[in-house]
C-alpha cells in the first residue's frame, strides 16, 4: 500500500511515563506540549529507549535553530526552570510534517523509499524481525525467541517506528550482502550511552542539549531535513557525520516497512545503510564515554559480571586524559553551573547493548545518581576515581584478594602446584559468586561515599574502606564454605587464611567503620 498512513505528529507511538507513574502513548506534538508534565519516555527496551531521547534531541536542537538562531547556557537554564519553547518546537515540527509520516510513497520516516524499485531489493521481502535486536532472525537466534521466517506475525506501527530507531544505533557492523558485501556499525554500537535525566522530559532535554551551530559553514541536518536517500549514497563509501544531529539519526541500514491491508507490519525491505565514517578519536558519539586503551581510545560498554558503577571514573573529569567523559555530561555540567548548583544531584540514565564479533550478547538500562558537583569538580572527581580504583586494586592485584583465593583453592585439588590445576580453580572461583558478592557489597558504600567527597573526604575514605574490609571478608568466607570440610579443605584454610588477614591488615585496617555502623 502506498498513500500516506500513520503521521508519527498525531499518531499514539511513543511510550512515556507520567509524575503519578501511569504510562501513555503519545504522538510528538502531545510529547513536546505535555514535556513539563511528562517525568520520562517509558520505552522498555534499551536501544530504542535511548533512540527515543536522540530523536527528540535532533528535533528540539534543529527547532531552537530555526526559531532563534543561537541561544546561551543562561537560555537552556530559563528553560529548564520554565519549560521549553513548546509552541516553536511544534511550528517546527509542523512545517517539516510531510517527512513524518511513517508510510509515504516517497518520503516515509527514517525509511529509504528506494528500495521499493532497487533491483536488489524490489522482489525481496524481510520479516520484520530484522529489525528487531531482541529477535531471532536469519541466522542470528536468540534464546527463547521461536520467530518463523517464513510467517511473521504481524506488528502494529507504533512497535514498528520503536524498534527501527533502537536498530539505526546500535545495529553490528558487518556482512549485508545487499548494495555491498558488508556495512558499518550504527553510532552506538557496543556502547552504554550515557543520558543526563532531569525531573521532567523537558529537563532532561535542556540537560543533554548540544550547543548552538558554530558557524563554520556545515549545517548538521537530521534525516528529515536532508534530501532522499539514493541507492547510489547506499553503494557508496562510509561518511563523516557533521554533527550530533546527524549522529542522532543517522540512517546506518536502509529500511522500507512495508504496510498491511490492516496497517499492520509483516514484511519489510532492507540493505546497507548510509554508513557512518569517523573512528572514536576524530569523532565521538556525544553519549559515549572512553577509557584509553593500549593503542586507542575504549568506548566503555556494559560487560558480563560488572555492574556499571566500576566504571563511574570515566564518567567525571579527567585532567590525566586516560578517560573521555560523554559530551552529554559536559553539556549538564554548564547547565548546572548556570543555575549555581541548585540541583544537588544529577541522575544518568545508562542505556545499550554489547555485543562481540557482530553477535549481540547483552542490553542494559540502569540509572546512577551523581552529585552534580562531581561532573566539574576535579579534585573531587579525582578522588572519587581514586577510591574507586583502590576498590578494585584490592580485589585484582598480584597478591590481592582474588589471587589468594585462587591459591588457596587450588591447594584443595590434586596437584596445586601445577600451572593447569591453578588455571582450573581461577575458573572455578570465576564462576561462582566471589566476585559479585565483594562488588555488590561494596556498591552499597557508594552513595555514601559520594555523598561525602565534597564536604569531609577523610571520612568518606574510611567508610568506604571499612566497607571493602567487609564485602572482602564476606566474599572469602563464601569461598571457605565451598571448600567443605575435608582435610584438604581445612589445610588450605589454615595456609591462606593468615595471608587474607595479613592482606587487609596492610590494605584496609579494622579502625575503618562499615556502612552499617554509620
Given at each position: 500500500?502506498?498513500?500516506?498512513a ?6 499514539r507511538?511513543l511510550?512515556?511515563?507520567?509524575a503519578?507513574?501511569s504510562?501513555?502513548?503519545?504522538g510528538?506534538?502531545?510529547v513536546f506540549r ?7 519516555l517509558?520505552?522498555?527496551a534499551p ?12 528535533i528540539?536542537?534543529r ?8 541561544w546561551k ?8 526552570k ?8 511544534c511550528a517546527?515540527l509542523?512545517?517539516?510534517?510531510e517527512r513524518f509520516?511513517l508510510?509515504h510513497?516517497?518520503?516515509p520516516?527514517m525509511?529509504?523509499?528506494a ?6 531489493t524490489r522482489d525481496?521481502?524481510?520479516p520484520?524481525?530484522q529489525?528487531d535486536l531482541?529477535?531471532?532472525?536469519g ?21 514498528a517506528?520503536?524498534?527501527l530507531?533502537?536498530?539505526l544505533?546500535?545495529v ?20 552504554a550511552?550515557?543520558?543526563p ?8 532535554l ?6 548552538e ?5 556545515v549545517?548538521?541536518l537530521p ?20 554533527g550530533?544531529n ?7 541500514r ?10 499492520d507490519?509483516?514484511?519489510?525491505r532492507?540493505g546497507?545503510?548510509?554508513a557512518l ?6 569523532a ?5 564515554n ?10 566503555v560498554t556494559?560487560?558480563?559480571g ?11 573529569p579527567?585532567p ?8 552529554v555530561?559536559?553539556?549538564?555540567a ?14 544518568v ?13 547483552r ?8 552529585p ?32 589468594l ?5 587450588a ?6 602446584r ?14 561462582g559468586?566471589?566476585?559479585?558478592t565483594y562488588?555488590?557489597?561494596?556498591e552499597r ?9 565534597g564536604t569531609?573526604?577523610e571520612?568518606a ?5 571499612g566497607?571493602?574490609r567487609?564485602?572482602a571478608?564476606?566474599a572469602?568466607?563464601q569461598?571457605l564454605?565451598?571448600?567443605g ?8 584454610d589454615a ?5 587474607f ?18
Amino acid at each position: 500500500m502506498s498513500e500516506k498512513a500513520f503521521n508519527l505528529l498525531d499518531e499514539r507511538w511513543l511510550p512515556v511515563r507520567f509524575a503519578d507513574g501511569s504510562v501513555e502513548a503519545l504522538g510528538l506534538l502531545e510529547v513536546f506540549r505535555r514535556s513539563g508534565e511528562i517525568g520520562a519516555l517509558a520505552e522498555t527496551a534499551p536501544p530504542s529507549l535511548v533512540a527515543e531521547y536522540r530523536l527528540l534531541l535532533a528535533i528540539t536542537h534543529r527547532a531552537l535553530v530555526s526559531a532563534l538562531g543561537s541561544w546561551k547556557v543562561k537560555d537552556r537554564a530559563r528553560w529548564f526552570k520554565e519549560g521549553l519553547p513548546v509552541e516553536d518546537i511544534c511550528a517546527y515540527l509542523e512545517t517539516w510534517r510531510e517527512r513524518f509520516w511513517l508510510f509515504h510513497p516517497e518520503a516515509p520516516f527514517m525509511q529509504v523509499a528506494a528500495l521499493a524499485v532497487a533491483e536488489e531489493t524490489r522482489d525481496k521481502k524481510k520479516p520484520w524481525t530484522q529489525i528487531d535486536l531482541a529477535s531471532a532472525c536469519g541466522n542470528n537466534p536468540v534464546l527463547f525467541d521461536h520467530a518463523d521466517d517464513a510467517s511473521p506475525t504481524a506488528i502494529r506501527p507504533a512497535r514498528a517506528i520503536c524498534l527501527l530507531l533502537g536498530l539505526l544505533p546500535f545495529v553490528v557492523g558487518g556482512t549485508i550482502q545487499v548494495f555491498k558485501s558488508s556495512d558499518n556499525a550504527g553510532a552506538l554500537m557496543n556502547s552504554a550511552a550515557v543520558i543526563p535525566v532531569g525531573k521532567t522530559l523537558a529537563q532532561t532535554l535542556c540537560l543533554c542539549l548540544h550547543p548552538e551551530p558554530t558557524g563554520n559553514g556545515v549545517e548538521d541536518l537530521p534525516a528529515w531535513e536532508r534530501e532522499l536517500l539514493t541507492v547510489a549514497q547506499l553503494r557508496g563509501a562510509p561518511v563523516l557525520a557533521k554533527g550530533p544531529n546527524d549522529r542522532y539519526t543517522r540512517q546506518s541500514r536502509a529500511v522500507l516497512l512495508l504496510r498491511g491491508f490492516d496497517g499492520d507490519v509483516q514484511w519489510l525491505r532492507f540493505g546497507a545503510g548510509y554508513a557512518l565514517l569517523g573512528n572514536d578519536e576524530d569523532a565521538p558519539d556525544p553519549m559515549t564515554n572512553f577509557t584509553a586503551g593500549k593503542d586507542k581510545w575504549m568506548r566503555v560498554t556494559f560487560r558480563e559480571g560488572r555492574a556499571f558503577w566500576r566504571d563511574l571514573p570515566a564518567l567525571v573529569p579527567n585532567p590525566a586524559k586516560n578517560s573521555r567523559p560523554a559530551a552529554v555530561l559536559s553539556y549538564a555540567a554548564a547547565l548546572h553551573e548556570e543555575i549555581s548548583f541548585d540541583i544537588v544531584d544529577q541522575p544518568v540514565l545508562v542505556a545499550g547493548l554489547a555485543s562481540n564479533k557482530a553477535k549481540l550478547e547483552r542490553w542494559r538500562a540502569e540509572q546512577i545518581t551523581l552529585p552534580a558537583v562531581l561532573l566539574v569538580d576535579v579534585d573531587q572527581a579525582g578522588y572519587l576515581r581514586e577510591q574507586v580504583a583502590f576498590a578494585e586494586d584490592l580485589f585484582y592485584k598480584k597478591n590481592g584478594v582474588r589471587h589468594l583465593a585462587v591459591d588457596m583453592l587450588a591447594e584443595t585439588l590434586p596437584d596445586p602446584r601445577d600451572k593447569d590445576t591453578r588455571n582450573r580453580a581461577r575458573s572455578i572461583l570465576d564462576g561462582g559468586p566471589f566476585a559479585a558478592t565483594y562488588f555488590a557489597q561494596a556498591e552499597r558504600a557508594l552513595p555514601k561515599l559520594m555523598e561525602d567527597i565534597g564536604t569531609d573526604p577523610e571520612q568518606a575514605g574510611a567508610l568506604w574502606r571499612g566497607n571493602l574490609r567487609a564485602a572482602a571478608d564476606n566474599a572469602w568466607q563464601q569461598v571457605l564454605t565451598g571448600l567443605g570440610g575435608s582435610a584438604r579443605a581445612l589445610r588450605a584454610d589454615a595456609k591462606y587464611w593468615p595471608r587474607f588477614q595479613g592482606l587487609l591488615n596492610r590494605e584496609v585496617p579494622k579502625n575503618n567503620m562499615t556502612i552499617n555502623e554509620v
